[in-house]
């Protein structure tokens, strides 16, 4: 039970790494550090990278949302 949180971020690392990659089209992470210039760069930085960002953001404001109704109303179903 304790090296759970620790499995839990690590996988949370990874599958947000993978959702970088991952697309209508599939990049790999040698076309991304290519260049600067590059198109599968450009995908990433302006598309990939603020969804998932974003994503990441919504998913822990909504599990902290529900931690903090399940304390407030004292009924672990909230």
Not at 31 to 43: K, M, N, Q, T, W
Request: aromatic share 4%; glycine share 10%.
């Amino acid at each position: 039970m304790k090296g759970l949180p620790l499995a839990l971020a690590v996988l949370l690392v990874l599958v947000f790494a993978l959702s970088l990659l991952a697309g209508r089209v599939w990049l790999t992470p040698a076309e991304v550090y290519a260049g600067h210039d590059s198109l599968a760069r450009l995908i990433v930085d302006d598309i990939r990278l603020p969804r998932s960002l974003l994503a990441l953001l919504v998913g822990g404001a909504l599990g902290l949302s529900g931690a903090v109704l399940q304390g407030l109303t004292r009924n672990p179903l909230a």
